[in-house]
């Protein structure tokens, strides 16, 4: 049975690209034969100094995006990493098994160390990532293709580990969805869609209202040809739009090319609004309706199972040094 682990930060509000890159994988994978561990990496989201109230409300929010988006909360186990604290536990062993080059050569890294200034957190980043994965011994990660470099570091950290102490670790895979994988910012398509992006009308967050989502994919950045054609290079934001249709309808590309090949954009632009306000309708009216009981319920008996893993891969990992 597949071990599957992956995490999102509480820094903010869930964005369309973190539901169609990752989010919509998980609650999939929340159906099938596997064991899931969803995770509030709060830990990570302190190399940001984030305001504590900020961070409280994030990472209540974040819960409740997760399970109004529809994870199958018996299936799998939902639980803040802050509350576990064999991650960090683990991830002061595994640093002895990545080098500062290569936490210094982190695309992330160095755009982040850029506009934070840079502490260690920020650098050693990806260990704690690795340890996030590991310490449940996860062989698949469902995220986007921002995380391809984090997870590379994570696979070779496990094979050393591996050969000097023993076959602990599982070697993890990444995988994605047909589509949606890297969403753009609408405005600035050579972008990625983010939380802290610099033109919060580049990016649709779960909780938009209708007509501004509608507004937003009106006044989004596209090109003179017209004509709905996927070339990422030359017609990005198009071709982002093309991305998102296919994801929400879990298509091909090519079926989406097809669907609209006698669309002019402005047809295009609001039927991709429409699909996109479907898809969130009942992820927001399912966030109003949880209530804290519901949640408290849903966290208490997950991080006792969460533990129960984690403290077994410990167990297992001292031995394995010779510690403790
Ligand atoms: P985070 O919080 O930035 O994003 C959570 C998930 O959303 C995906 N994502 C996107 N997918 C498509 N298009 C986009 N524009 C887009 N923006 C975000 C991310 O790829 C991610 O899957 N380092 C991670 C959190 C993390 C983690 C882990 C993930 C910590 N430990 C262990 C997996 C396994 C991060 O910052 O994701």
Not at 241 to 255: C, H, P, T, W
Not at 282 to 292: H, Q, W, Y
Request: with cysteine; net charge negative.
């Amino acid at each position: 049975m597949n071990t599957v682990f992956s995490g999102i930060q509480p820094s903010g509000l869930v964005h369309l690209g973190n539901l169609l890159g990752a989010i919509n994988n998980w609650v999939k994978l929340s159906n099938e034969n596997s064991k899931n561990y969803f995770c509030i990496v709060d830990l990570h989201s302190l190399t940001g100094l984030p305001n504590k109230n900020d961070l409280k409300k994030s990472i209540n929010d974040t819960l409740k995006v997760l399970v109004a988006s529809g994870i199958n909360t018996k299936t799998s186990v939902i639980y803040t990493q802050s509350n576990l604290q064999e991650h960090a536990y683990l991830s002061w062993i595994l640093s002895n098994f990545c080098q500062v080059g290569e936490l210094q050569r982190m695309t992330q890294f160095k755009e982040k160390a850029s506009s934070f200034g840079t502490h260690s957190g920020l650098l050693t980043y990806p260990i704690l990532m690795a340890s996030d994965i590991l310490i449940h011994k996860a062989n698949e990660v469902p995220v986007g293709d921002d995380q391809t470099q984090h997870l590379e570091l994570t696979r070779n950290i496990a094979e050393r580990f591996n050969t000097n102490y023993g076959e602990i670790f599982p070697i993890p895979e990444k995988t994605s969805g047909k589509s949606g994988a890297r969403l753009m910012s609408l405005r600035h398509p050579e972008n990625k869609m983010s939380k802290s992006s610099d033109d919060i009308n580049g990016t649709i967050y779960f909780n938009d209202e209708k007509d501004n989502i509608l507004k937003k994919f009106k006044s989004s950045v596209t090109d003179s040809e017209n004509i709905v054609r996927y070339d990422p290079k030359n017609k990005p934001g198009i071709s982002n739009l093309i991305e998102i249709y296919a994801a929400v309808n879990d298509k091909e590309i090519s079926e989406t090319e097809k669907e609209f090949e006698n669309s002019q954009y402005g047809e295009f632009k609001i039927a991709v609004a429409e699909t996109v306000i479907d898809y969130l309708d009942p992820i927001k009216k399912n966030f109003d309706d949880l209530t804290s009981d519901n949640l408290e319920d849903i966290v208490v008996s997950n991080l006792k199972s969460a533990k129960d893993s984690a403290q077994k891969t410990i167990i297992e990992v001292e031995e394995a040094l010779g510690i403790s």
